[in-house]
């Protein structure tokens, strides 16, 4: 059964930094585009980051980047989001998701997704 789980969310002050980690069960990640996005209560859905099967391709929303790094170990099965200098705004569920199209567009849609975790940035 193919999965993706979230983990490494939480409660973090401004300026603080996080690192959230996609887990990939029940198939070959390194098959596919990785991407995260999130969605903050009242906001639309908004496209953080993707990177190519390779690992060779990386895309992100002018809004976290020089702050946000995407990555993957394709032999862990896992891709990571490693969140710098974060703000109030950046405070949302974040999923990450997967599918076989490009790293062109970080709003691209995605076939499969995780159930999501909190990252709220508060002092």
């Known amino acids: 059964q193919l999965q993706l789980v979230e983990s490494g969310g939480g409660l973090v002050q401004p300026g603080g930094s996080l690192r959230l980690s996609c887990a990939a069960s029940g198939f070959s990640l390194e098959y596919y585009t990785v991407g995260w996005f999130r969605q903050a209560p009242g906001k639309e859905r908004e496209g953080v980051s993707c990177i190519s099967s390779s690992g060779g391709h990386t895309n992100y929303a002018d809004s976290v980047k020089g702050r946000f790094t995407i990555s993957r170990d394709n032999a862990k099965n896992t891709a990571y989001l490693q969140m710098n200098s974060l703000k109030s705004e950046d405070t949302a569920v974040y999923y990450c998701?997967?599918?076989?199209?490009?790293?062109?567009?970080?709003?691209?849609?995605?076939?499969?997704w995780g159930q999501g975790i909190q990252v709220t940035v508060s002092s």
């Open positions: 998701g997967v599918d076989y199209g490009a790293c062109i567009y970080v709003g691209k849609d995605y076939d499969y």
